[in-house]
């Protein structure tokens, strides 16, 4: 009975430790590379909606401006340490087309730290902001594509 009770104590570990294993990689840390270009991803996705409205390409519209404000300083927010391991660099073997991630972070990471953090204040500053109209959306943009730019200059590798 307790012998029973063992094994399949054994079995739903395994099952746990099969779940969170992560699928087979076609490059190392292609798992980590593929979430961080994703969270990359949902940044320009909602800052994308907010330039179009300031530029006026799209008509301004208070709600979808402050659920992509929100996103965005959600997104931001995220711990996301995990998605940058120690050698997932773009010099690493096998990574040079894979990530644009320069080796520089791993070896800057405090200011690495600060520029995630400008972004963050700049997006929440811009997530108070959005709704209350155009001209209040405007005078956040700069302030936070500065967040973007200031970590692509050092950290990001142009194409
Ligand atoms: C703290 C640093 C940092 C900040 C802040 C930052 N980025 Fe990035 N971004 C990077 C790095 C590093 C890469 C390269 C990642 C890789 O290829 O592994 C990247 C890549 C990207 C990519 C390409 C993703 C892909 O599919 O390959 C986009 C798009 C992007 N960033 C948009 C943004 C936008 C928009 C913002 C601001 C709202 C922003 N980033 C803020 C560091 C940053």
């Known amino acids: 009975m307790k012998k029973k009770l063992l094994v399949t104590l054994a079995t739903v570990a395994l ?17 980590q590379i593929e979430a961080r270009q994703a969270l990359m991803n949902v940044y320009r996705f909602n800052l994308g909606l907010l330039g179009a409205m300031a ?11 402050s ?8 997104a ?12 997932s660099d773009m010099s690493a073997p096998g990574l040079a087309d894979m990530t644009a991630a320069k080796p520089e972070i791993w070896s800057n990471m405090s200011d690495v730290g600060e520029k995630s953090r ?9 997530s108070a902001a959005a709704g209350d109209g155009l001209d209040a959306l405007r005078s956040n943009m700069g302030a936070v594509g500065d967040g973007c730019k200031g970590c692509h200059e050092s950290f990001r590798a142009s194409d």
Do not use: C, H, I
């Open 15 to 31: 099952g746990a430790t099969t779940f969170v294993t992560f699928a087979q990689e076609e490059y190392p840390y292609q798992n």
């Open 55 to 65: 530029k006026g390409e799209m008509p301004y519209d208070a709600g979808m401006a």
């Open 67 to 74: 659920d992509a404000a929100n996103n965005l300083f959600a």
């Open 76 to 87: 931001s927010s995220m711990r996301n340490g995990a998605m940058w391991p120690a050698g």
């Open 118 to 126: 400008a972004l963050r204040a700049a997006a929440e500053a811009m």
